[in-house]
Nanobody, 128 residues
Framework: VHLVESGGGSVQVGGSLRLSCANS????????MAWFRQAPGKEHEVVAT???????TYVDSVKGRFTISRDSEKNTLYLQMNNLKLDDSAMYYC???????????????????????WGQGTQVTVSS
């Protein structure tokens, strides 16, 4: 499995970015996929997850602003981020976890260590 994030950058408050995670070796029907972020001095925080059955969850702070999606034909996971806030600044990571990995945890209950594949990250910086 190989994950490569892109799409990060610097934007002003209220702006938008779309992150992409090109992946190989992942079959979405067999994997839980997620976006995490890590701000300096903080732990990894799950931002959004999409389970093998397509069910989606978001951390409360991004609900209504972020959208996670996946494209099986392009083997790409996305995170559309709108109305960005200062607190959204962080390194964003794509993660993949086999459905049987970390069993019996559901996708939305997993933390960083409950995934077994991660990308290298893409930086998002929001300024006023």
């Amino acid at each position: 499995v190989h994950l490569v994030e892109s799409g990060g950058g610097s934007v002003q408050v209220g702006g938008s970015l779309r992150l992409s995670c090109a992946n190989s070796g992942v079959t979405y029907n067999d994997y839980c996929m997620a976006w995490f972020r890590q701000a300096p001095g903080k732990e990894h925080e799950v931002v959004a997850t999409i389970d093998s059955d397509g069910s989606i969850t978001y951390v409360d702070s991004v609900k209504g602003r972020f959208t996670i999606s996946r494209d099986s034909e392009k083997n790409t996971l996305y995170l559309q981020m709108n109305n960005l806030k200062l607190d959204d600044s962080a390194m964003y990571y794509c993660a993949a976890g086999g459905s049987d990995y970390a069993y019996p945890l559901s996708c939305d209950a997993r933390i960083w260590d409950d995934y077994n594949h991660w990308g290298q990250g893409t930086q998002v910086t929001v300024s006023s």
